[in-house]
């Protein structure tokens, strides 16, 4: 599946299965409130996993932001906020949802991260379940965005899911499509478009590619292969 069709898939994701296209625990006829709650015990877990650097006196970009699940929970531990999300209907909900002052959300190409502010830095990347949907290729790309964007001492928070993909796997991604493709638009709790597909990185090659890049890996953590943690550091 393309890029641009996975992009187009998350732009109308909102309208095919509403919340719970931001996370499947949260029923999709449930309430915002829910959804930010769920936000917040996320990063919470984040948190204790990953030592995360916080403070009003530091700012971050979150990637991959959608309407703001974690976004609102980040505000309530930086002193500025910048969301990022490649569906632009995602970015719009977000920002008529936000009641932070210190937040602010933009569209980006999926491509680069290059806020629209020429001189942006920030203190913390942070990504949550969303950097295992972009190839090698990209991901890189994305990687060298935040060395760029963050400043001496800044992390690169992120979340992945490094299950290896097995032939079990590749089947489900197959038949989700499917099920797409018949108009079934979820199946036994996800939703089954095309955005949902992963890829496998491997702790030796995300060791390599960032190192390459000139971040140091502080930390690789969780409690099993689907939630691992990466903290790297620009030095």
Not at 119 to 144: A, G, I, K, M, P
Request: proline letters at 3%; charged letters at 20%; hydrophobic letters at 40%.
């Amino acid at each position: 599946m393309s890029q641009s069709a996975s992009v187009e898939w998350w732009n109308k994701s909102l309208d095919e299965v509403g919340l719970h296209g931001m996370d499947k625990l949260v029923d999709s006829s449930g309430s915002w409130d829910a959804l930010l709650q769920s936000g917040r015990e996320d990063l919470a877990r984040a948190l204790s996993l990953t030592d995360m650097t916080t403070g009003q006196d530091r700012a971050v970009l979150e990637i991959g932001c959608g309407v703001g699940r974690l976004t609102a929970a980040l505000a309530d531990r930086f002193g500025r906020v910048l969301g990022v999300d490649v569906a632009p209907t995602l970015i719009e909900e977000a920002q008529q949802r936000n009641t932070h002052q210190s937040v602010s959300f933009e569209v980006c190409d999926g491509v680069r991260i290059r806020p629209n502010g020429a001189d942006f830095t920030c203190d913390t990347v942070f990504s949550y379940e969303v950097l295992y949907y972009l190839n090698r290729q990209s991901l890189t790309t994305y990687f060298e965005d935040a060395f760029v964007l963050l400043t001496s001492g800044g992390q690169l928070v992120f979340h992945l899911n490094m299950e290896p993909i097995r032939v079990s796997t590749r089947l489900s991604f197959l038949f989700r499509r499917a099920l797409y493709a018949c108009g079934i638009k979820q199946f036994r709790g996800w939703p089954t478009g095309a955005g949902l597909k992963r890829y496998f990185h491997s702790e030796a090659w995300l060791r390599q590619t960032l190192t390459r890049i000139g971040f140091r890996v502080e930390r690789i953590v969780g409690p099993n292969l689907r939630q691992k943690w990466i903290v790297a550091v620009k030095p």
